[in-house]
């Protein structure tokens, strides 16, 4: 059993990022990079799965620039086997990801897709649907568990009536939610075993051009400081003074 991993490489979720004056895009200077924190949520559970069936064999992918390979070498010391690096600077969107992917799919023939559900930088959700509207394979979203057995991945879903469990056919889609594991702490003989795991260039298959276009970037509104009131009255005249209530 095969499992594929696309990685993003996406500005630090807890960093502070503005943008430019401008707006035409955001200030990145300083800012630091990581793994999209729900593909390292997929690529914990890849190697989670991989524990219970050592049989498993986990490729990671990531399409992106060259610094993305820091990130591939990442989830290779968390333990994935293998890494493909499809190397482009190409302004991407999620329609171009998809077909990317697919385009690796058909090369390396997986059992299973696991990606995150939504990539932190630009929270689109779109990719992992679009892969499986392209390669027409079943898919289960916001996965909170998975469990694999007899060629079916039972997936559980939080949803907000309470849990829902879904068992699909393999080859399958499936995307993280936070609640799927915990990623691991990498230990230092990680990082240097990951430095010999075999990491493999490749070049774009497609040559879409996105069709989405940012058109502008805005800051919100900066929050004005509070005050502290020293009774129910006073609050209720400062609220009132405010115009939040009548
Ligand atoms: P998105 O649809 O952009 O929110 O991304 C959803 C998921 O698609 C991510 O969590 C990744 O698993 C995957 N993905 C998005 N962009 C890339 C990329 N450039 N390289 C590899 N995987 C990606």
Redesign the pocket.
């Known amino acids: 059993m095969k499992i594929l991993?696309?990685?993003?490489r996406v500005i630090d979720p807890y960093a502070k990022v503005k943008p430019l004056d401008d707006g035409t895009g955001l200030n990145l200077s300083g800012v630091k990079f990581e793994i999209?924190p729900?593909?390292e949520i997929?690529v914990e559970e890849a190697v989670r799965q991989k524990e219970k069936n050592p049989e498993i064999q986990i490729i990671v992918?990531?399409?992106?620039g060259p610094e993305?390979e820091e990130q591939l070498r990442k989830a290779l010391a968390m333990g994935a086997d293998e890494a493909l690096h499809v190397e482009t600077t190409d302004q991407?969107d999620?329609s171009i990801?998809a077909k990317e992917?697919t385009a690796v799919v058909k090369e390396q023939n997986p059992t299973v897709i696991l990606?995150?559900?939504?990539?932190t930088d630009?929270?689109?959700?779109?990719?992992?649907q679009m892969l499986a509207a392209q390669l027409e394979w079943p898919q289960a979203t916001f996965a909170s568990k998975i469990e694999f057995n007899d060629g079916k991945a039972n997936v559980t879903r939080e949803t907000d009536t309470g849990e829902e469990v879904l068992a699909i056919p393999l080859p399958c889609v499936i995307?993280t939610d936070l609640r799927l594991n915990e990623p691991r702490f990498i230990p230092l003989p990680g990082i240097i075993k990951a430095r010999s795991k075999p990491l493999t260039k490749l070049e774009r298959q497609t040559s879409d051009q996105p069709r989405v276009e940012v058109l502008s970037y805005t800051a919100p509104p900066t929050r004005s400081a509070g005050k502290k009131v020293a009774t129910v009255d006073e609050l209720i005249a400062e609220l009132k003074s405010k115009g939040a209530l009548a």
């Open positions: 991993v696309p990685i993003k999209n729900f593909d997929a992918v990531s399409i992106g993305s991407l999620p990801v992917l990606l995150g559900k939504q990539a630009n929270d689109n959700n779109q990719t992992a995307t």
